[in-house]
């Protein structure tokens, strides 16, 4: 566990920031659709509930990927138990994945939904949360080692 600490301290962190401010969402706005625009049709803060996966994709799949969510976390978990010690950047990619499967996992488990709350509209791109940016940062990271393995050990 000590080999790989910031895996753990990265899906630490981002479980709670992501926990954070969806709770935080729920007690401001109170009301589903309740947007504050921050930039005017620009970045809102607005509360919608998700059924699907990240971005919105699969609407009403809760059931199945609450269980994804588990099975991800439950491996990247055991991963981070037993791996030899990982590159920093490794485990900033797989920390990042498992705060973000967490924390839409956890969700899904209690609610049966996901809190979406970053509203991009200049693009009319879906409403998302921390989670779904934690989960994209991880793949991103992996898709630069997988790509630039010169940076590897």
Known sequence: MKQNKFFWLVAL???ILDQVTKYLVVQ????VGT?????????????VINT???????????????WLSLFVSLGLIYWGLVAPRLLIQEQLA???IL???LGNGIDRFLFGYV???????LINFPVFNLADVFINIGI???LILAFFPKHRR
């Not at 401001?28 to 009301?31: C, H, N, Q, T, V």
């Not at 947007?35 to 509360?47: C, D, G, I, K, R």
């Open 13 to 15: 962190t981002g479980l």
């Open 115 to 121: 809190v979406d709350f970053l509203d991009f509209r």
């Open 94 to 96: 797989y920390g990042f």
């Open 35 to 47: 947007s504050l625009p921050l930039w005017e049709n620009v970045f809102h803060l607005t509360y």
């Open 52 to 66: 699907g996966a990240a971005f919105s994709f699969f609407q009403g799949g809760v059931g199945w990927l609450r």
């Open 28 to 31: 401001a706005f109170r009301e």
């Open 99 to 101: 705060a973000g499967a």
């Open 140 to 142: 991103f990271l992996l």
